[in-house]
């Protein structure tokens, strides 16, 4: 079979689905081109109704296997340019199922110059080095026996003594290099080895920071537990402190084991007489070797791990809060709040159209309270404004309270003010994209403009932002960059994708992740909304500059058009069933116009079974479920919610008291809950529930509201513990009365330092019985 075929059977193997439906999936994104929403959502009859994580993992792994294969090529052919391959090496070669059996085997080989072992070759000692390994003869005896046998000047073998030494490099290289010593060894590290954090001497004149490292300056912990998932914050703490030069970090393996393994596979009943000078072979080999590459590779894996995990759990997250309930084409006014300088207050329509700005001062030093709360009242009056956002920053509860108690309708019920995340808001009002849209205004405005636009709708504001700095990440500038970004910007088009977007109203950052557009086009799509006025159905994109029929079949079924020319235009159901609906229409004598939402001629559509053949199943439900529900935003709509009135600082709490809160951030080891305060509290996964929670991700999700208590306060470190058990321990102790204290924002990087231990997943055979493979 070809490398690509035989790349199939691994994907297939790694993520335990039928090959058959592998194959599909490979064959739309790389012979078809087409996009992951795409092959998820339209062709679901090929791939068996999969959904965007299985087929990213199918692809993903397809890539590996190549990538490793094309290692393997590199290898074989650079030995063979040595002229150093051998039948024995290149069937080791062709053998290797890992990355890491391959690079061992390659080690030898690859250093820029040669080692004493390769000059020690070139000088024709490897026979007595056979004969050390080999003989119970003393080195005096040897000496005796072979004398100046083994000399070369030329080559610097000027004695006995210098060969002697030759020997070994070559005896030392031998011993390190052995790939099934150090595949033992590997499997024993993985085993037995620990991970040990000790302070640096130096540590304070390293990093400022040094103390936040505290609980790792005597941590150690068996690697085959840092490994789960569950421990990997652990090990990026540990990480960031040997980065910072505050931790010195190693991988701790008994060295009498790891020698014993040399001595039994080196040392037989027939070579005692060098006894002494092979165990300080050993020794140098394990040491100067294979502890130092078997080191960097455990580390190395416990990076990749600990990265996977942070980069899934900050996926999860970005995922429920792009989500997370809407409140729809309604006019809002966005409130950046501030002290000194002022409240901003932005208006946008219920389009999310900027309206106007002003900046209102209810706070000291002016303490224009009448005043702000008229203006207020008066831009509520006349942009017929449903809610007020105000941005959760320095001094966003007290501007909550401020409205909340002096403008007179929202005093009366009939606006409402919520305190909402402002995360990232600073980070768009000083991008490009921000700059690009409002040039005129003040960085302060378009971040106030930012806040009441995700308060309408949050998926389309926060596509905006760098996912990076919206705030649901731990850990997320020590992870792989790229991979990172390459996850973030997949979540960010499944959510983008799974919702859909009105293609009148859809700014260019969202329309960029559509199935297919990318951001040039997207730019395309609203120059030519702009010079064109809105589309009026579907067909009408491809006019759209460089809007290809491949383009439209990758995004059409994603982009709205509401109250359009063709009613299904308004749905999920892809133009490329139209025909089909308006030939069963046509032959019940109505119309498509008629078809949708109608539920007497939708249940007949139901019915027919021929139809359902022709369609497939899988897409057929779609089909009728969109008739049945056209505008299909999966999304909930925003409700209401209250923090405790009588708290606005972390003085203001008390041990042992409820309070409502929202869940901020998920990690590994357990959420961050706001209040309604500056600082969050930390939910840790032994205290979410009264039944055992192994993952707090399980249990909670960004955004979701929860009733906590608070069971302790540092104050000095601006730290709250939370419960949500009933009768849990609370630390009473805790209630008195702080001085000043200084107060920080968010979670505490030591809070990222606790975890729990997670049980292995379980395979099945999902491969048997493919014929006939094809790519």
């Excluded at 600990?306 to 792009?322: M, R, W």
């Excluded at 990222?752 to 997943?761: R, S, T, V």
Aim: hydrophobic residues 40%.
């Amino acid at each position: 079979m070809s490398l690509e075929q035989n790349a199939v059977i691994f994907a297939a193997q790694e993520t335990q689905i039928n090959a058959r439906n592998v194959l599909a999936v490979l064959n739309l994104l790389i012979t078809e081109q087409s996009t992951v929403p795409f092959v998820a959502r339209y062709r679901k009859e090929a791939t068996g109704g999969m959904d965007e994580v299985q087929i990213r993992n199918i692809h993903e792994a397809y890539e590996n296997y190549l990538e490793r294969e094309k290692r393997r090529e590199y290898i074989l052919d650079a030995i063979k340019k040595m002229e150093q391959m051998t039948p024995e090496l290149e069937k080791k070669i062709k053998a290797a199922d890992t990355i890491n059996q391959l690079e061992d085997l390659y080690a030898p080989y690859k250093a820029k110059k040669k080692s004493k072992g390769m000059l020690a070759k070139e000088a024709g000692l490897e026979p007595l080095a056979n004969i050390i390994l080999g003989t119970p003869k003393t080195k005096e005896q040897l000496k005796a026996e072979f004398g100046d046998q083994f000399n070369k000047p030329d080559l610097k073998i000027k004695s006995f003594e210098d060969a002697y030494s030759g020997a070994f490099d070559i005896i030392i290289e031998t011993m390190a290099h052995d790939t099934e010593v150090k595949d033992t060894l590997r499997a024993d590290f993985w085993k037995d080895a620990v991970l040990k954090s000790t302070k640096r001497d130096k540590a304070e004149e390293e990093d400022k920071e040094w103390m936040k490292y505290k609980d790792y300056f005597e941590f150690s912990q068996k690697i085959s537990e840092l490994k789960e998932p569950k421990a990997g914050h652990r090990f990026l703490a540990m990480r960031r402190g040997m980065t910072s030069k505050t931790l010195k970090v190693d991988v701790v393996f008994p060295e009498e084991v790891a020698l014993g393994l040399l001595k039994k596979k080196f040392f037989g009943a027939g070579n005692l007489g060098c006894l002494l000078d092979l165990e300080l072979a050993a020794k140098k080999a394990y040491m100067n070797y294979i502890y130092p590459s078997l080191d960097l590779e455990v580390k190395s894996e416990l990076k990749r791990i600990s990265d996977e995990t942070a980069i899934n759990v900050f996926g999860v997250n970005l995922k429920n809060l792009l989500l997370q309930p809407y409140l729809g084409p309604k006019a809002v006014i966005g409130v950046d709040p501030g002290v000194r300088t002022g409240c901003k207050i932005a208006i946008v329509d219920n389009t999310g159209k900027f309206l106007a700005d002003c900046v209102i001062y209810p706070h000291e030093p002016m303490k224009k309270v009448k005043e702000s709360a008229t203006i207020l009242d008066a831009i509520i009056e006349q942009f017929k404004v449903h809610h007020i956002a105000i941005g959760n920053g320095t001094y966003g509860r007290e501007t909550l309270a401020f409205i909340q108690e002096n403008v007179k309708l929202v005093k009366e019920g009939k606006v409402n003010a919520t305190m909402i995340s402002e995360a990232g808001a600073s980070v768009y009002s000083a991008s490009e994209i921000a700059a690009e849209e409002f040039p005129d205004k003040d960085v302060t405005v378009r971040g106030a403009i930012s806040i009441a636009r995700r308060f309408q709708d949050p998926l389309a504001e926060l596509v905006k932002i760098d996912p990076k700095s919206i705030g649901v990440g731990q850990y997320q500038h020590d992870v792989n960059q790229a991979r990172l970004k390459k996850s973030l910007e997949g979540v960010v088009e499944s959510c983008v994708n799974f919702v859909g977007v009105d293609i009148n109203t859809a700014s260019a950052p969202l329309l960029a992740y559509v199935s297919g557009i990318g951001p040039g086009l997207a730019g395309n799509v609203v120059k030519y909304r702009d010079s064109h006025g809105a589309f009026k159905n579907r067909k009408e994109i491809l006019k759209v500059t460089r809007f290809s029929p491949k383009v439209f079949e990758q995004a059409a079924g994603f982009l709205r058009i509401y109250n359009g020319e063709e009613p299904l235009d308004a749905t999920f159901i892809h133009p490329e069933r139209y025909d089909l609906l308006a030939s069963w229409a046509k032959k019940n004598n109505v119309n498509t116009k008629e078809l949708v939402g109608d539920k007497e001629l939708i249940a007949k559509l139901e019915r027919d079974s021929s139809l359902k053949a022709e369609l497939g199943e899988l897409t057929f439900n779609d089909i009728v479920k969109a008739l049945k529900a056209p505008s299909q935003d999966p999304r909930t709509e925003f409700k209401s919610f209250e923090y405790r009135k009588d708290v606005s600082k972390i003085t203001d709490l008390k041990i042992g008291e409820w309070y409502p809160g929202l869940v901020t951030n998920i990690t590994q080891f357990g959420a961050f809950v706001d209040i309604g305060i500056k600082e969050n509290g930390l939910l840790h996964v032994s205290q979410i529930s009264d039944n055992f929670v192994e993952d707090a991700m399980t249990a909670l999700k960004v955004g979701q509201e929860v009733k906590v208590q608070v069971m302790d306060i540092d104050y000095d470190r601006g730290r709250i513990s939370l419960t949500a058990k009933q009768g849990a321990q609370v630390n009473r102790s805790a209630q008195a009365t702080p001085g000043e204290r200084p107060q920080r924002s968010g979670p505490s990087k030591r809070d990222m330092e606790k975890a729990q231990a997670p049980a292995p997943a379980l395979k099945n055979n999902a491969f048997a019985g493919l014929k006939n493979l094809k790519l």
